[in-house]
């Protein structure tokens, strides 16, 4: 949990650092208004893209069910082969080694 809060306050750092950045050169070229909203616009890209975006999938895989689907429904996920079934089939295979 210590990590991942580490993490958290990096990208808080790198996100300030780049709204800074999109505000001091928008400053120069477009203007105050224009500047306003670029930094908003990158503040928002940022909030989205690595905070509500990743709670967001987090929420919808726990809502998940765990479950395999009944026989007669399709899979979710179609095609794709599990992590361990595919280490596990290598190994019974001889693979690897």
Do not use: D, H, K, Q
Not at 29 to 57: D, K, M, N, T
Not at 71 to 89: K, L, M, T
């Amino acid at each position: 949990m210590v990590a991942n809060r580490y993490a958290i306050a990096g990208l808080v750092a790198v996100a300030a650092t780049m709204v800074g950045a999109v505000l001091l050169v928008s400053l120069l070229v477009i203007g105050s208004f224009g500047a306003a909203l670029a930094s908003v616009a990158a503040a928002a890209g940022c909030a989205w893209c690595w905070y509500l975006e990743p709670l967001r999938r987090r929420r919808s895989l726990a809502r998940a069910p765990s479950s395999p689907a009944p026989a007669g429904e399709p899979s979710r996920n179609p095609g794709r082969v599990p992590v361990r079934a595919a280490a596990s089939a290598a190994a019974a295979a001889g693979e690897g080694s």
